[in-house]
């Protein structure tokens, strides 16, 4: 798979089955699982089980099945049930692609539960239930761009920060790729006019879930917090800009995954007809899509060149604009908002070079990464090299790669929310390095992830078993927490860590020992912003 199309599946999160974490008292047996902790939603009775003090429920439908005549159509409430409901053991992940490519320390966490168009499954870890308390609620939107990827990973299991945080963790699944974001607006009839978001749309359900369901289970539903990492902190920036989702939560995190525009209704229109074309299917029978094996969706999709661009919509319906574009939405300016991203992100992919490289390959690599002439690319590195004169080749192509990638659009995202000045934001920058293929991965994208879930010990292929992870993952966790339960992450472990301001630029270093800088490494942020401000002129 080329780099475009890794880009498009952004698989900073991909998939995996959620292994509980011991917790010294797990009663996770199946005799005691028929004896489980029970909980009274509004659509009938849960029965989960206990992972030491963690009242854990998995699985627990939050709307109806997508399939058949509800496939392309917004999600719908999920009919009552009788009787009790197994929620010992996850939903089935909503249908998609293998992904091959992936990075050997990121397969490891993934898992072959089911597939289907009935995906709209939650996952819940709690302390609590019906004790009255008003624990923060962080529901969490997994990576694997829109495409691919459950709330199952194993990477995201709840249990360490229920237990050590006081929160209640929540993980979801929802459509993706075809299924999720085909635009069928410009094609079809009214009943697929909202075809392109019914993905993000989703998690509008699951949150409508949260707020009607969650302080059965000890949660907050006036506290909530959404967080992701890559697609999933693209997710959280549309849902930023979208009207459904306003109010339902109360803060918002980005890991390594900004979103500031989304695709226009020609570009997605565009797609679309490609996808048609090669199923066979013509405009105006959109509708006969409903009837098409599942199999044979994704069939079709994962043999197309260039691959087809699935994600959500500015359809002028569920999504009015883009979501930070040309600035920061009103429908959140209250939402105070972390966001940060990975020094090394691009070493996920198997094709950034992580071996020597010469000065010729460097400059071949920033000028195609870039898309800049010889001058500019010279002018690049150049700059970079300033402030690092002892680093390697390979590492400053990581570096540059990674900020055009990404933590440019970080700054941007930053100094967009911050113009508000309705709510803080605060900006973080991962720069601890991992061990693991002789310290060739560095801040590799989606490193942070055991870190924010304090389960280091579940992640060893990715993060080793050094002496100074459990530091590094209490002071992360800590901060993450104490921003869903306040909107500020300032506290124990951190030296004061100021709001972004356009004046001060405040950024927390994440790394061994944790810093704060005032727009650190200033030229090179510049630099890279006006090459992409050039770009998209």
């Known amino acids: 798979m080329d780099r475009r199309s890794l880009l498009m599946w952004l698989s900073g999160g991909a998939v995996a089955a959620a292994a509980d974490v011991s917790l010294g008292q797990s009663s996770a047996g199946s005799d005691s699982r028929a004896a489980g902790p029970v909980a009274q939603t509004k659509a009938g009775k849960v029965r989960g089980y206990m ?35 197994d ?20 397969a490891v966490s993934l898992s072959n539960e089911p597939m289907s168009e009935d995906c709209l499954h939650l996952n819940v870890w709690t302390r609590g239930l019906r004790d009255g308390k008003k624990r923060p609620v962080m529901l969490w939107l997994h990576g694997g761009g829109y495409s691919s990827g459950s709330g199952g990973n194993t990477r995201y299991e709840g249990s360490r920060l229920a237990t ?24 079809g009839g009214a009943d697929v006019a909202d075809s392109g978001n019914v993905g993000i749309l989703d998690i509008v359900a699951a949150l409508q879930w949260v707020r009607d369901n969650i302080t059965e289970l000890g949660g907050d539903p006036n506290n909530v917090t959404l967080f992701g990492e890559s697609g999933g902190g693209g997710k959280v920036s549309t849902l930023m800009a979208m009207p459904a989702a306003q109010g339902l939560f109360h803060r918002a995190i980005i890991q390594s995954g900004v979103a500031l525009r989304q695709a226009t209704r020609e570009e997605a229109t565009a797609s679309t007809k490609a996808v048609l074309a090669k199923l066979g299917v013509q405009a105006g029978e959109v509708t006969k899509l409903r009837s098409v094996p599942q199999a044979d969706l994704l069939a079709a999709i994962n043999t197309m060149t260039p691959p087809p661009r699935f994600t959500p919509v500015v359809d002028g319906r569920s999504l009015q604009r883009h979501p930070f574009d040309p600035n920061a939405p009103d429908v959140s300016a209250n939402v105070p908002l972390l966001v940060g991203s990975n020094e090394t992100e691009v070493t996920f992919f198997p094709d950034t ?9 460097l400059r071949e690599r920033v000028k195609r990464y870039t898309r800049v002439d010889d001058g500019t690319a010279s002018m690049v590195i150049d700059l970079y090299k300033h402030t690092r004169p002892k680093i390697s080749n390979e590492h400053l192509y990581q570096i540059i790669a990674s900020d055009y990638w990404m933590t440019s659009d970080v700054a941007t995202q930053a100094e967009r929310k911050a113009a508000l000045a309705k709510a803080p934001v605060y900006v973080y920058y991962f720069q601890w390095e991992s061990p693991v293929r002789g310290g060739k991965l560095r801040a590799v994208h989606s490193v942070e992830i055991p870190f924010v879930f304090d389960n280091v010990a579940l992640a060893e292929p990715l993060v080793g078993n050094g002496p100074d992870l459990p530091a590094l993952a209490d002071t992360i966790s800590g901060a993450w927490t104490r921003f869903a339960r306040t909107g ?29 800088d005032s727009d650190p490494r200033r030229q090179e942020r510049l630099a890279i912003a006006a090459i992409k401000a050039r770009q998209s002129a």
């Not at 997508?66 to 009788?82: D, I, K, M």
Request: net charge neutral; glycine share 8%.
């Open 164 to 187: 050590r945080q006081d929160v209640v963790v929540v993980t979801i699944n929802h459509r993706l790729n075809i299924f999720g974001h085909l635009f069928l607006g410009d094609l």
């Open 488 to 516: 500020n992450p300032n506290g124990k472990g951190l030296p004061s860590w100021p709001a972004y301001s356009s004046d001060e630029r405040h950024v927390m270093i994440f790394d061994k020992t944790s810093r704060v």
């Open 353 to 361: 070079p992580l071996d020597a490289i010469d000065d010729a390959t």
């Open 51 to 85: 992972n030491g003090p963690v009242n854990v429920f998995k699985g627990i439908p939050y709307a109806a099945s997508t399939a058949g005549a509800n496939r392309f159509a917004p999600p719908r409430p999920r009919e009552p049930w009788s009787g009790m409901l």
């Open 87 to 106: 929620a010992t053991k996850l939903g089935d992940k909503s249908p998609q692609n293998s992904t091959p490519w992936l990075m050997t320390e990121e």
